[in-house]
Structure formats: structure tokens, C-alpha cells
T-cell receptor, first 114, second 113 residues
Framework: NAGVTQTPKFRVLKTGQSMTLLCAQD?????MYWYRQDPGMGLRLIHY???????AKGEVPDGYNVSRLKKQNFLLGLESAAPSQTSVYFC?????????????FGPGTRLTVL | GENVEQHPSTLSVQEGDSAVIKCTYS??????FPWYKQELGKRPQLIID?????GEKKDQRIAVTLNKTAKHFSLHITETQPEDSAVYFC????????????FGQGTRLTINP
């Protein structure tokens, strides 16, 4: 049981390049989330998904796209990277079961955009 | 939308003393309040949470209190130890629906030996 995993762990991009971050979970969770973490700003929600084939915008969605083609995977895409997207990205998941709220986080992806 | 404010941003205490971190929230619809601990270079991990039908919850050396009327909640760590040094985040969300967490800005806690 690996929990929540993220690929890659580190990446350096040049401005204007594109990339996709992969999040995978093996806990059969319905809900998945992408956050970014910047110094002094806590974690901010980018996009989230409440089930396979559905996605929605969070607090800071601009410049990102997501897809949830399979229940266990949640992809975050940057179409044209900007230096402002330099951050640590965390994926998280939780169950839809009543009374269950803990979000489990992946190990993070450190992205630098030059 | 929800806004969560967390204070202080940094906190330094002597080993064995208590530490208190405070958060306020704005949306009365929020009824789930978790606290996450993040060690350097690691992922956030849940250490305790509380729901709005409870005023206080304890788990060994950590406790959380909630005042729904004033819209604030606090984390209390007693008998602090060096391994408590980390960044702590509070968050708020409704229990229903997509359970979208809104996080505070974080508190860097340092335990001095």
C-alpha cells in the first residue's frame, strides 16, 4: 500500500515549456486535490476532483489544467510555464465516506521555472 | 469564500514548555478543522482534527479547542520535545461536499533544548 505517490519529485523548466505532474493513489479514494505551497502562504488549492471524469477549479487555477481519466490518477498540467509557477506541488486524496475527512498527501514535486 | 488566518508565523519555546497556535476563520459553513504538521522537506501529515459539534479534543500531548461563536480554534502542545519542531498548518472546510480545505499561512515552531 503506497498511499499517495507523485511523479516527478523534481523538475526544472524554462519559461514557456509544458509539463504534466502525475498523482496516483491506491486507497480507492473518490476525492483528489492539487495544492501549491509557497513560502509564507500555506497550501493553496489549484484544482480538485470528486470522481472519475470530473474536475473543478480551486483558489488558484489560472495557468493549470487537470484531468481525472482513472479513479486512481489525477494529472496536473502546465501548458506554458511561468516563473510565478515555481513552487512545491502537493497532491492529496480522501474518501467520500460519511464522517471521513483526513486528506492524505503525496511527497510533493519541487518545480522551478527559469 | 473562506479565509483562514494563523498566528504567530514563528514560535520558539523551551523544551518542556507549552506552545499555542491560533487560527481564525470567516465562513460559518465550515465545520471541520484539521491541523497538519510538516517537517522540513516532508509532506503535511494530519496530527489532530475537530468538528464543530465538539469544543475540545485531546490526543496525548496535543489538544485543539474550537469556539464557533468567535470563529477561532487553537492548537495546544504540552511538554514540548525537540521532535515537535516543524511547521504547523491549520485549515477549515465544510464536512459535506468536496471537502475543500482552506489553509492558514503556517507557524514555524522551534523547540529549544
Amino acid at each position: 500500500n503506497a498511499g499517495v505517490t507523485q511523479t516527478p519529485k523534481f523538475r526544472v523548466l524554462k519559461t514557456g515549456q509544458s509539463m504534466t505532474l502525475l498523482c496516483a493513489q491506491d486507497m480507492n479514494h473518490e476525492y483528489m486535490y492539487w495544492y501549491r505551497q509557497d513560502p509564507g502562504m500555506g497550501l493553496r488549492l489549484i484544482h480538485y476532483s470528486v470522481g472519475e471524469g470530473t474536475t473543478a477549479k480551486g483558489e488558484v487555477p489560472d495557468g493549470y489544467n487537470v484531468s481525472r481519466l482513472k479513479k486512481q490518477n489525477f494529472l496536473l498540467g502546465l501548458e506554458s510555464a511561468a516563473p510565478s509557477q515555481t513552487s512545491v506541488y502537493f497532491c492529496a486524496s480522501t474518501s467520500r465516506l460519511a464522517g471521513y475527512n483526513e486528506q492524505f498527501f503525496g511527497p510533493g514535486t519541487r518545480l522551478t521555472v527559469l | 469564500g473562506e479565509n483562514v488566518e494563523q498566528h504567530p508565523s514563528t514560535l520558539s519555546v523551551q523544551e518542556g514548555d507549552s506552545a499555542v497556535i491560533k487560527c481564525t476563520y470567516s465562513d460559518s459553513a465550515s465545520n471541520y478543522f484539521p491541523w497538519y504538521k510538516q517537517e522540513l522537506g516532508k509532506r503535511p501529515q494530519l496530527i489532530i482534527d475537530i468538528r464543530s459539534n465538539v469544543g475540545e479534543k485531546k490526543d496525548q500531548r496535543i489538544a485543539v479547542t474550537l469556539n464557533k461563536t468567535a470563529k477561532h480554534f487553537s492548537l495546544h502542545i504540552t511538554e514540548t520535545q525537540p521532535e515537535d519542531s516543524a511547521v504547523y498548518f491549520c485549515a477549515a472546510s465544510p464536512i459535506q461536499g468536496a471537502q475543500k480545505l482552506v489553509f492558514g499561512q503556517g507557524t514555524r515552531l522551534t523547540i529549544n533544548p
